[in-house]
């Protein structure tokens, strides 16, 4: 045992409990063997501690499998699993589907500490039971205590990892284009949303195919917001030319329009929109011609019900670029890493 100024005592041990007496309190505030964070020490000083009784043997270092097991409990949250540790090692396994998110400032911060290394999957990233996520270690074969009572701390102060899951979407499906309605041309976009929203749990309460009409189109709308609609898609009539009026159909429903274009390739022409809490997609002709667009990309969010804010879709310029790879290895690429 060693006497010690209170300031240099972080990391070390307490040899005993301190007390603190106020308004009518008395008790014990620190106990034995009680690590000294760096926060303690003004709380140590104002209850008149200038110097503490610390344990000789120092600041107290942790093994490597410890810190590992330790850092995965102060991360874990529902729908996770860990494996290890293993040379160090804990790994970070889903146990369940949905979007994974990440957040990033805080992974920043909580790597910022002495000897700690956690990394993971993308933020934002769709997951399957089974996929691995993260993994945390220390680099050294031992670090001080104090280290991963900071890991700790902020994990307490914020949630660092967490998978949302994606809820059951009512979907009305509004399929626009005086080609397809006087049936020059078969539909293609029923194959390929059934096809995509198959992987979501999606109740498709119908498909409506409209001449490029306003009334028409926005009759077939108010049509599926009778029927309970969560999420109104609509196709064809994206772009510039004088027929494509979705999104004026979109507007003309009374919906907030978050934005209409958006920084990303295929996608460009993308719309996303709310009707109250109705989500409102325009999916552009790419995404009959293309396997993955921009609506690959903002679907796994559409189910997990987060409303997109301006500045969410606007962020998706980094990331936004499709390389239109010969074999698509979606979502295991850039395209919608943001
Ligand atoms: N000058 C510009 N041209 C284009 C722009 C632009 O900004 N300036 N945007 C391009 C982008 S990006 C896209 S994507 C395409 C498609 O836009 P739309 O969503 O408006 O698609 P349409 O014009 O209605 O149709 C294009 C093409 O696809 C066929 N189509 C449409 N719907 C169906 C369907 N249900 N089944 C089968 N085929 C369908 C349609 O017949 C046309 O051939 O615009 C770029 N051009
Ligand atoms: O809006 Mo388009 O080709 O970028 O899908």
């Known amino acids: 045992m060693k006497k010690i100024d209170v300031r240099n005592a972080v990391g070390m041990k307490l040899c005993h409990d301190i007390t603190e007496m106020r308004d009518g309190f008395k008790g014990p505030v620190f106990k034995r063997n009680t690590v000294i964070r760096e926060e303690d020490i003004e709380h140590l000083l104002n209850i008149g501690k200038r110097h503490v009784f610390v344990w000789d043997d120092e600041i107290s270092e942790i093994h490597e499998d ?14 996770v699993r860990f494996e290890g540790p293993s040379e ?24 910022h500490v002495e000897d700690v290394t956690i990394c993971s999957v993308p933020d934002h990233y769709p997951v399957r039971p089974g996929m691995k996520l993260a993994s945390m270690r220390i680099v050294p074969l031992t670090t001080k205590e104090i280290n991963i009572l900071k890991v700790e701390e902020l994990c307490r102060q914020k949630e660092l ?9 009512k979907v009305g499906i509004v399929i626009t284009g005086s080609e397809v309605y006087h049936g020059r041309i078969k539909d293609k976009f029923e194959l390929v949303l059934r096809g995509k ?10 498909v409506t195919v409209c001449d490029d009409v306003l009334e028409m189109i926005t009759a077939s709308a108010s049509a599926y917001l009778k029927k309970g609609a969560d999420l109104l898609i609509f196709t064809g009539g994206m772009s510039v030319d004088p ?14 329009i978050i934005a209409y274009g958006m920084p990303a390739q295929p996608g460009n022409m993308t719309l996303v929109a709310y009707l109250g809490d109705v989500a409102v997609m325009g999916v552009p002709g790419a995404a009959i011609a293309l396997p993955v667009t921009m609506t690959d990309v903002l679907l796994p969010q559409v189910f997990t019900g987060v409303k997109f804010t301006r500045d969410d879709l606007i962020g998706l310029g980094n990331g936004g670029l499709c390389q239109g790879c010969s074999v698509c290895h979606f979502p295991n690429c850039t395209f919608g890493r943001y």
């Open 197 to 206: 929203l198959s992987k979501y749990p999606a109740d498709i309460l119908g």
């Open 66 to 79: 410890d810190c590992a097991r330790r850092m995965a409990a102060a991360v874990s949250s529902e729908g």
């Open 161 to 169: 990892f967490k998978i949302l899951p994606y809820r059951r979407l």
């Open 243 to 256: 027929d494509d009026l979705t999104p004026t159909a979109i507007k003309s429903l009374g919906a907030e």
């Open 88 to 111: 160090g090692k804990m790994l970070m396994f889903a146990e369940t589907e949905g979007l994974f998110r990440a957040d990033t400032e805080l992974l920043k911060k909580i790597n």
